[in-house]
């Protein structure tokens, strides 16, 4: 049985250009073009808000404290997000 360099059976069995998964999707325009579709309004997107919903929901029924809680942390994490980039944006306009 011949003995064969490691080189040589890597060379053999690569013969593609490995390339990140999530490169690959967007350069082939794989990754949103079946998810947003602009032809429905985002509708898969208001979809895939209630596939979110749904649990939290019935999280709610058992824990309603603590999704109140969780929910308005939320909210006021995502208006202060919000209010800081307007105010940056104010103050950093854009330069044409």
Not at 8 to 24: G, Y
Not at 53 to 65: A, K
């Amino acid at each position: 049985m011949a003995h064969r360099n490691l080189d040589e059976i890597v060379s053999d069995t690569e013969h593609a250009r490995p390339v990140h998964p999530f490169r690959a999707l967007i350069e082939n325009h794989c990754y949103l073009d079946s998810f947003v579709d602009l032809k429905q309004n985002g509708m898969s997107l208001l979809l895939m808000d209630g596939l979110i919903l749904v649990p939290v929901i019935m999280f709610g029924f058992f824990y309603p404290r603590q999704v109140l809680l969780t929910v308005g942390v939320i909210l006021l994490v995502v208006f202060a997000i919000y209010e800081s980039f307007v105010i940056w944006r104010r103050r950093h306009p854009a330069r044409n």
